[in-house]
Nanobody, 126 residues
Framework: QVQVVESGGRSVQAGGSLRLSCAAS????????MGWFRQTPGKERDFVAS????????YYTNSVKGRFTISRDNAKNTVSLQMNSLKPDDTAVYYC???????????????????WGQGTQVTVSS
């Protein structure tokens, strides 16, 4: 079973940048799809970005397109989320998650992801 740990979250001013990292352990990481989700208090966990097992395809929610970039390094078992031009609306706890590439659920559906990290807080102030 794969386990993941997020890091990189902190407080930043609007317009700034952050890079979140997700370190994974487990032999199947390189064959899994990986995603980033975010959640604010009282709301559901929302899709942010995802990447296929070989990095060949990436997906983003509309609100972060052109600002965020997801990437992975299978040799290092890591997934990253580069976040630029941050806005106060990006404030949330960010979660790294993974699922089998054989999963039939969409990349955007959190229900299809089988393992999750504990989350890292990102706070963007205006």
């Amino acid at each position: 079973q794969v386990q993941v740990v997020e890091s990189g979250g902190r407080s930043v001013q609007a317009g700034g940048s952050l890079r979140l990292s997700c370190a994974a352990s487990g032999r199947t990481f390189s064959s899994n799809f990986m995603g980033w989700f975010r959640q604010t208090p009282g709301k559901e966990r929302d899709f942010v970005a995802s990447i296929t097992w070989n990095g060949g395809n990436t997906y983003y929610t509309n609100s972060v397109k052109g600002r965020f970039t997801i990437s992975r390094d299978n040799a290092k078992n890591t997934v990253s989320l580069q976040m630029n031009s941050l806005k106060p609306d990006d404030t949330a706890v960010y979660y790294c998650a993974g699922k089998s590439r054989l999963s039939l659920t969409t990349m955007q559906n959190p229900a299809g992801y089988t393992y999750w990290g504990q989350g890292t807080q990102v706070t963007v102030s205006s």
